[in-house]
């Protein structure tokens, strides 16, 4: 039982790490241009982003949304850009990566 714990324990831990491939795919698709993970940049950190959609059930496909067609006026009047050349499976990861922010 006590193993049990201890795995499970260790299981929580890494799920709390940044993932690194995550990480790697802001770098890649120039995300870090905009975005910081704890603060405010020309755009929220991912930190506030977390934070702002802790609740919303839909905050998965919402911000996968965003970041494929752009958007304006959630964060203030500077716009977030398209990224339509972003696959979406990289998507899908950046977006799990980003709520996942605490």
């Known amino acids: 039982m006590k193993a049990v ?28 241009a905009c975005h910081a993970a704890d603060k405010k940049l020309v755009g929220p950190s991912y930190k506030e982003v977390a934070a702002k959609y802790a609740k919303d059930q839909g905050a ?3 911000l996968a949304d965003k970041v494929k067609k752009g958007g304006q006026g959630v964060w203030g009047q500077v716009p977030m850009p398209p990224n339509p050349s972003v696959p979406d499976a990289d998507v899908q990861a950046l977006v799990k990566w980003i709520l996942s922010q605490k």
């Open 60 to 62: 998965q496909a919402k």
């Open 5 to 32: 714990s201890v795995a499970l324990g260790v299981a929580a831990a890494m799920l709390a790490l940044p993932s690194p491939a995550s990480e790697a795919l802001a770098k890649k698709h120039n995300c870090l």
